[in-house]
T-cell receptor, first 113, second 115 residues
Framework: GAGVSQSPSNKVTEKGKDVELRCDPISGHTALYWYRQSLGQGLEFLIYFQGNSAPDKSGLPSDRFSAERTGGSVSTLTIQRTQQEDSAVYLC???????????FGPGTRLTVT | AQSVTQLGSHVSVSEGALVLLRCNYSSSVPPYLFWYVQYPNQGLQLLLKYTSAATLVKGINGFEAEFKKSETSFHLTKPSAHMSDAAEYFCAVSAFNQAGTALIFGKGTTLSVSS
């Protein structure tokens, strides 16, 4: 596609439920990042993928958060047993072609009730 | 370690006035610096980047930023504000010496433009 896409655009879930957020990066981009944007914390790095490997998971806030990437393309961020503090906009970015630019998707707004 | 401080969470200007959004960074290695803009309910769009070439960087929509090592600053400017510039602006630094280039963002500055 022309840009990074994310789905769903909005997700409302009940506390304790699991959610999956999807990111489709720009075709051919080998690097993929997840960030979280919340009112209290601003923009925070969560995890970085190079191909299907995640050499940097340092930003994942707890073991309820996990992510995978398959085929060097689509990535899924999973949050188990959601809590209200997980409410935020989750942004995905991809990077490739030897450049530093990260191209961001529109984000998924997660609301935990 | 890297960090970014954006001075002023909210800046208001009149249409046609100078825009100045302030960003100071801290980095233990030569930094790579970025400005992103976010319009309501949209993702982040890259305005410009500094990657150790020219210290005055020109970006899209008439914005530019100057890297000043002595002041550890990378302020964003635009000579004449337009109503369409109203958005949230983020300064970011890249920890390029590490695997991957995860961006470290400032808290953001909301720019309001009045007619």
């Amino acid at each position: 596609g022309a840009g990074v896409s994310q789905s769903p655009s909005n997700k409302v879930t009940e506390k304790g439920k699991d959610v999956e957020l999807r990111c489709d990066p720009i075709s051919g981009h080998t690097a993929l990042y997840w960030y979280r944007q919340s009112l209290g914390q601003g923009l925070e790095f969560l995890i970085y993928f190079q191909g299907n490997s995640a050499p940097d998971k340092s930003g994942l806030p707890s073991d309820r958060f996990s992510a995978e990437r398959t085929g060097g393309s689509v990535s899924t961020l999973t949050i188990q047993r959601t809590q209200q503090e997980d409410s935020a906009v989750y942004l995905c970015a991809s990077q490739g072609g030897g450049t530093l630019e990260q191209y961001f998707g529109p984000g998924t707004r997660l609301t935990v009730t | 370690a890297q960090s970014v401080t954006q001075l002023g969470s909210h800046v208001s200007v009149s249409e046609g006035a100078l825009v100045l959004l302030r960003c100071n960074y801290s980095s233990s290695v030569p930094p790579y610096l970025f400005w992103y803009v976010q319009y309501p309910n949209q993702g982040l769009q890259l305005l410009l980047k500094y990657t150790s070439a020219a210290t005055l960087v020109k970006g899209i929509n008439g914005f530019e930023a100057e890297f000043k090592k002595s002041e550890t600053s990378f302020h964003l400017t635009k000579p004449s504000a337009h109503m369409s510039d109203a958005a949230e602006y983020f300064c970011a630094v890249s920890a390029f010496n590490q695997a991957g280039t995860a961006l470290i963002f400032g808290k953001g500055t909301t720019l309001s433009v009045s007619s």
